[in-house]
């Protein structure tokens, strides 16, 4: 005879469910959920591109506008990138871009698409917020590095270009943290032409929703999703001379399925 397993068996305090104390994950303790309870206490870095860590190759917006395959190889999601980078712009900088005159986001944005508010002539002016940066292999002295620049200077070296453009890519996101020690490696390589070690990772992961005030980690208010594309923008905001770097990850979310009786 077998007995279910207690769900808060490992629990250090039975049914605590504020972010602050010990609570539930799919009724185990485990060291992904405490290091993901409070945002606060994690740290994000992008890794790729060699020691330099500028990303191994740039894309620019306009390339993947209604395209399924580019310079890198087919990517069925790509063509959508350019209107979520400015979504995103959008509703993350927006106070940053006063000069663009977007539309103001409500308060309370569970009644309307908060991506169906731009116009065109919006995402054309925030995507020509985007810096473009170039990505390029050289050779010196035999020794191979990775340069990237603003402005490339190619005077004294010989460049084989691995993409100029608005879009840095990168391979891996690692996410520490400030109380508990180690990070969590996350990678994404979604060109079939181009693999790490031999394959093309699209890792899973879950993300804590945007504009929610009060936030209880638990399996059935996150959303769920797999990466495909870890990338670095690079924008032109208002009142400052330096353009500023964002870090990104572009995900595809999995949805509930809801289906229709059969009556059967």
């Known amino acids: 005879m077998t007995y279910p397993l207690r769900a808060d ?11 602050e104390g010990d609570g539930r994950c799919m009724g185990i303790r485990c060291n992904i959920y405490a290091r ?26 306009q390339d993947l506008i209604g395209a399924s395959r580019v310079r890198f190889g087919k990517h069925r999601e790509i063509r959508y990138l350019p ?6 712009l959008h509703e993350f900088r927006g106070d940053d871009l006063p000069s663009l005159d977007l539309p103001k986001l409500p308060s309370d944005r569970s009644r309307i698409d908060v991506h169906a508010m731009l116009t065109p002539m919006h995402i054309a002016a925030l995507l020509r917020r985007l810096q473009v940066y170039c990505v ?16 490339c200077s ?9 993409g100029e453009g608005h879009i840095r890519m990168f391979g891996t996101l690692e996410i520490g943290h400030l109380v508990h020690p180690g990070v969590q490696r996350l990678q994404c390589y979604p060109w079939a032409e181009l693999r790490y070690y031999g394959f093309n990772r699209e890792d899973f992961v879950f993300v804590r929703p945007p504009g929610v005030q009060s936030f209880v980690l638990s399996p059935d208010n996150v959303w769920y999703g797999r990466l495909k594309l870890l990338f670095r923008i690079t924008v032109k905001v ?3 001379d330096d353009p500023v770097d964002m870090d990104c990850a572009y995900i595809s979310f999995c949805y509930d399925i809801k289906l229709e009786p059969s009556g059967t």
């Open 136 to 151: 390029v292999m050289c050779s010196i002295d035999k020794t191979s590095v990775v340069i990237g620049s603003i402005v």
């Open 83 to 88: 209107k979520k980078i400015a979504n995103f």
């Open 9 to 19: 068996r490992w629990w250090s305090v039975p049914g605590k469910l504020e972010e």
């Open 238 to 240: 208002d009142g400052k």
């Open 36 to 61: 993901a309870r409070k945002r606060m206490d994690q740290t994000h870095q992008l890794r790729g591109g060699g020691a330099h860590n500028v990303g191994w190759g740039a894309l620019r917006w």
């Open 154 to 162: 190619l005077a004294q070296v010989r460049p084989a270009m691995l």
